[in-house]
């Protein structure tokens, strides 16, 4: 189904916070509505480090997405929980290192639907495609992604920032596996999310109590587990700050950890 043909069905609500306009605010975009920008400022003033949260993530996935299309030979990724088009998307740094790529991206949220043809637009020698569907949906997710990847070929799974909004522990673990059991070896995972203090307990609490789908910190045991049975790569388990940055690391790292990791 092409975007043009999706345009019609997308319905806004403009008066409850969504995560991808919330996010877009956070990282300084203008695809946002007073009722995000009002939660968006309050989790500011509770937990400042949100901003530098919103700016790492971004980093993380460009750093990751170009070593597993660089290093790795990845050619397909799978990102869910899209957001909003930004600089550095996944197809945009993947095509830049290796034009063939193919992308699928996936999000529930009608907002991102209505720029979906900005997420379509890569280099010809590849294939992008977007998938407007719930990540828990795995089912339908990886059948229509299956139009756009070659699943018995390696494909990178993304979460970033993402997993936050399946509370359960054990749901979110049963769904990560569900997504691997369907992919071959040497595909790979990039996830990242927020670690459990109480300045981020006390962030998640506002930002469930301001209408928008809650997301939830965890310890960062229960994180590290969702590599459970994958090869983690170098650095490993950390604050992805600290994953292979570009630059020395200047202040304090970020209480967002993630890894990549390889089936095996």
């Known amino acids: 189904m092409s975007a043009d043909q999706r345009e019609p ?20 975009g203008k695809d946002n509505y007073p009722v995000d920008q009002a939660l968006g400022a309050r989790l500011k003033e509770i937990f400042p480090q949100i901003i530098d949260i919103a700016r790492a993530s971004r980093q993380f996935q460009a750093r990751a997405v170009r070593h597993l299309a660089e290093e790795l030979g990845i050619r397909q990724f799978l990102d869910l929980g899209t957001g ?25 949220d009608p907002i991102v639907l209505a720029h979906a043809r900005a997420l379509l637009v890569g280099r010809p020698e590849g294939a992008t495609d977007y998938i407007h569907a719930d990540l828990t949906d795995s089912e339908t997710v990886l059948r229509e992604a299956a139009k756009t990847l070659d699943l018995t070929r390696p494909v990178a799974l993304m979460l970033l920032s993402t997993l936050g909004h399946v509370a359960d522990d054990a749901e979110a673990a049963a769904l990560l596996r569900g997504y691997l059991s369907a992919l071959p070896v040497g595909s790979c995972l990039i996830l990242c999310d927020t670690i459990e203090t109480p300045e981020t307990l006390a962030g998640s609490d506002e930002y469930a109590s301001g209408g928008a789908l809650p997301y939830i910190s ?3 045991e229960v994180v590290r587990s969702f590599s459970d049975g994958l090869e983690l790569l170098e650095p490993g388990f950390g604050s992805i700050t600290l994953w292979r940055p570009d630059q020395p690391v200047t202040g304090e790292p970020v209480e967002q950890w993630g890894f990549v990791a390889v089936k095996r």
């Open 84 to 108: 909003l088009p930004t600089a550095n998307s996944t197809h945009e740094v993947a095509q830049r290192s290796a034009p063939e790529a193919r992308i699928v991206y996936v999000d529930n």
């Open 9 to 28: 069905v997308v319905q806004i609500d403009t008066t409850t916070p969504h995560s991808a306009r919330v996010w877009n605010y956070w990282l300084g």
């Open 218 to 220: 965890r310890p960062s």
